[in-house]
Structure formats: C-alpha cells, structure tokens
C-alpha cells in the first residue's frame, strides 16, 4: 500500500513567487516573474533566468489566485493618466 503524496502549499511568505505574483496583478502589473528570496524589496530580487521551474509555477499561480478573485488597487482616475 502507497502512502498518497500530501498536497505542496506553496510558499505564501511576503516576497515570495506567490507573494509577488499576486502583488502584480493587484497593483495592475503585467506578469514577469520574480521573488525576493530576503522580503520584498530586502535583499536581491531574483528575476526569471534564476527562478526553478516550481517558483515560476507558483508565482503564475499567485497572479492567477489574483485574478480568481479579482481585487486590485483602485487609483484615482486622474493618476492613472
């Protein structure tokens, strides 16, 4: 009998693939994968040529969790130009 393979949560700290990926859709950015492996704006930020295969999968599924729900930054009109 085979012991099922419980289910990856991804990584949901602030700076991470998910983390980042849900911030750019809420702040009405387009995808470009990257993370902050130290928090957002701590550390080196690194960008798609350095992420694996599961951190680019889970900064698409944090931008995708933005879209599913559908929340982002309101601005006032006349910011956004």
């Avoid at 680019?56 to 969790?65: A, L, Q, R, V």
Wanted: glycine fraction near 12%; avoid cysteine; aromatic fraction near 12%.
């Amino acid at each position: 009998m085979s012991t099922p393979t419980p289910e990856i949560t991804p990584n949901r700290k602030h700076g991470s693939p998910f983390d980042r990926g849900g911030a750019d859709f809420y702040y009405h950015r387009p995808r470009s994968p990257h993370y902050y492996p130290e928090g957002t704006g701590h550390g080196k930020r690194v960008e798609i040529a350095d992420m694996t295969v599961e951190e680019i999968k889970e900064y698409h599924d944090g931008y995708t969790d933005g879209e599913k729900y559908n929340i982002q930054k309101e601005y006032d009109k006349d910011t956004l130009g």
